[in-house]
């Protein structure tokens, strides 16, 4: 596919959490986060097979682009993933950004941006719910006072001008940072609905109905003995 066609193929983002929260095929979606990483780092940029799956993946929140329609439909093209750091001297919590990576063929439709972007509003929602906690619990939260957050990020030499084009700027050599804005407070009421919504997994749906059925199953038998007991009383 010629990177110079104006058509952008329809594709999606697909967020990968950590742990427990993460959907019953993240297995599968890591995979193929790792096979976009592995395609461009290692047989594109020759970095060793070996370091690119590191002990960060399972920390990590993952995040894959990949196409929706026509015979490419579910191919993955791009990804990017972020860790919550904690900085040993200051003690500032920051998010780091890493394995950021589109395919040579899908390059220059506007995906590494749209990833950066879907990393960021993540981010962002991710530092206020943790400041609300935080405070709460007294925890080091995300954060400076006027609620910016810090991105950092180790950039290649090449890739500088992309960093710059979004809005992060150098902080020392290969190191380029962005402040967010995510002031604490109250989600706002689609901010809520959306997270609510992003926190439901398979189980919590399974649970939820079965809960239905227990509960339909109980009143259908209360009424079974209800008419039975009308019967039996109408039969005297
Ligand atoms: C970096 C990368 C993910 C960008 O992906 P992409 O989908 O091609 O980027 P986009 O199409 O979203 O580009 C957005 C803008 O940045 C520009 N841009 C992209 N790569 C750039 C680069 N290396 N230097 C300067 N500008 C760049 C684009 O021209 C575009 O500019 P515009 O807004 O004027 O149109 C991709 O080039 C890549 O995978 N590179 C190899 C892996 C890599 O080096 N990753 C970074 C590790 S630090």
């Avoid at 890739?159 to 290969?174: A, C, N």
Wanted: proline share 5%.
């Amino acid at each position: 596919m010629s990177a110079t066609a104006l058509e952008v193929p329809p594709h999606e983002i697909v967020v990968i959490k950590p742990y427990i929260r993460s959907p019953d095929n993240w297995k599968e979606l890591r995979e193929q986060c790792y096979s976009v990483r592995i395609d461009v780092f290692h047989h594109e940029q020759g970095f060793p097979i070996e370091d690119e799956i590191d002990n960060l993946e399972d920390v990590a929140t993952h995040f894959l682009l990949r196409l929706t329609s026509g015979s490419d439909a579910g191919k993955p093209v791009g990804t990017i993933r972020y860790t919550k750091q904690t900085s040993p001297s200051t003690r500032e919590t920051y998010y780091k950004l890493s394995r950021f990576a589109v395919l040579k063929d899908y390059r220059n439709y506007r995906f590494g941006v749209g990833l950066v972007n879907a990393l960021h509003d993540y981010i962002r929602t991710d530092a206020r719910k943790s400041r609300n906690e935080g405070s709460a619990n007294g925890n080091n939260a995300p954060g400076d006072q006027d609620g910016f957050v810090r991105v950092v990020c180790h950039s290649q030499i090449y890739i500088k001008g992309f960093y710059e084009k979004i809005g992060y700027e150098p902080e020392g050599t290969q190191v380029y940072i962005s402040r967010l804005r995510s002031p604490s407070g109250l989600l706002t009421p689609l901010e809520f609905i959306l997270y609510s919504v992003r926190q439901i997994t398979p189980a919590h749906v399974c649970y939820s109905l079965l809960c239905l059925l227990f509960r339909q199953f109980v009143l259908l038998r209360r009424e079974a003995c209800n008419s039975s007991t009308s019967e039996k009383r109408a039969s005297h």
